[in-house]
């Protein structure tokens, strides 16, 4: 996921003082926790040396997730791959902290689906997986 680039926007405060979290913060909390435990961490503009994305508010590097998903998932079909990256892309929340609640349990439980088995025909559901170690320290994403 590839968030707004830094310094572009400064951290609103909610009525009453309290701090509301941005992106911004959160990336940099998530850099730092990523750092500390030895995993390699890139900002959104030294990973998209290809222009993936149409602009700086889009959140999913599409041709890299989907290569990524199919990689950690061979035995789904191709449209099964597609839905589940546009799903990935559109987050379904109002808020930061939902929505990143909502991706936390996309990496942990994967991402439910139905397929209908190439070999058999038979149609089959399951949980997708959208991230595992290996797959980061290899850079697929």
Not at 6 to 30: F, I, K, L, N
Not at 95 to 102: D, E, G, K, P
Request: charged share 30%; aromatic share 4%; with cysteine.
């Amino acid at each position: 996921m590839v968030g707004p680039e830094r310094g572009s926007e400064r951290s609103p405060r909610e009525a009453g003082g309290m701090m509301r979290p941005t992106e911004q913060v959160v990336e940099d909390m998530a850099v730092y926790r990523l750092d500390g435990r030895g995993l390699p961490t890139c900002r959104g503009i030294e990973i998209d040396d290809g222009s993936e994305r149409a602009n700086a508010s889009d959140v999913c590097l599409t041709t890299r997730v989907k290569s990524a998903v199919g990689k950690l998932n061979p035995h789904l079909p191709a449209a099964t791959i597609d839905a589940v990256v546009a799903s990935i892309s559109r987050p379904p929340h109002p808020t930061l902290i939902l929505n990143n609640r909502w991706f936390h349990g996309l990496l942990t439980d994967g991402v439910s689906v139905e397929y209908k088995d190439a070999k058999t025909g038979e149609l089959r559901g399951g949980r997708v997986r959208v991230g595992s170690r290996e797959a980061i320290e290899e850079r697929l994403y």
